[in-house]
């Protein structure tokens, strides 16, 4: 039995998504080692989210308020949430792989001297030689396989999990637990780097998350001189533009245009995917996606794993084929 911790990032007084996926799983790895959910609100004028965290499943709350915590503070949330687990001492910690949880995870981890583990696609619970450990699953070799990780050692075990690739649980609104307030108690001096503003993300990649259709095309547009091809005939199924970490590198797409790990996670109805050869790196990006095509001349490439439709050959000679076919429907 222990505590399972969930770190309940928000933004704009909204929970932020992950945070409501992270509680569904979390619950689940509570029940499962007949353990408790707690979960961490640390901001200013939070504390009314107290109550929808309950409802998704926590037994109990902390909330740490102060107006100089309004925003993400990297000397001071590490220091208050470290201190607080210390106390707690919980068998699992849980934030979710955001820009902010990327900067507080490692932290924590470091002053707790524990391990993390990263980008996790997947969590659940182990018996190893009789003990309860927590299997945290990343893409990794290459992004070819999906690797479990554990941390027998030491405590808590911490992982960070990429957002959209759990699923949100249902509220229960006749759940209810303990909601503890703590005065987080720190010097203006401890503050050595502040956060002053938060400047929002360009929206040049927004749009393909709630994208219908997309055209997503990797390193095998090498050989036809760049991306001129995936933008015609995105533009020919009125789709979306995206690509692979190679595509981002060769700067034929905005890293917002990423799919994958590191990059954007989507689930349109139709994803297109040209000349990738499929690492779960990029394919834990669009998983979800209702329908995969794939275009690839090497017939053992592991994107025809995962795809519906998958169509051997050069993208040279089928993407325009593709797109005058499209035309002559129009027509
Ligand atoms: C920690 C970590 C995180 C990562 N995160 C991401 C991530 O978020 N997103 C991501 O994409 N990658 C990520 N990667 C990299 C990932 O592992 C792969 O290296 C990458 O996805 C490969 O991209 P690709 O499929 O475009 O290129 P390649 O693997 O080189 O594949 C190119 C494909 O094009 C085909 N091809 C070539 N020419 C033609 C042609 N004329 N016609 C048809 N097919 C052709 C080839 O057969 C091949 O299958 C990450 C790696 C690490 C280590």
Redesign the pocket.
Known sequence: MGDIIVWAEHRDGKLVSVSLELMAKARELADRIEGHLTAILIGDRCGHLAETLLHYGASRVFIMEDPRLALYQSDLYPRLMASLLKDLSPEIVLLGATSIGADLAPRVAAKLKTGLTAHCVDLYIENIAGTNQLIQVVPGW??NMLIKIICPERRPQMATVRPDVLEIGKADPSRSGDIIRIQPEFAEHEMKAKTIEFVREESEGSSITDADVIVSG???L???GGFTLINELAQAVHGEVAG????FDRGWIPEAR??????KTVKPRIFIS??????T??TT?FLKAKTIVA????PR?P?FGISDLGIV????EIIPCLIDELKNDVR
């Open positions: 290459s992004g990797g390193f095998g090498e050989s036809a692979t970490r190679p595509a990423m799919i994958g790990q590191s990059g040209i000349g990738t050869s499929g690492a790196h990029y990006g275009i690839d001349r090497n490439a994107i050959g050069d993208l040279r």
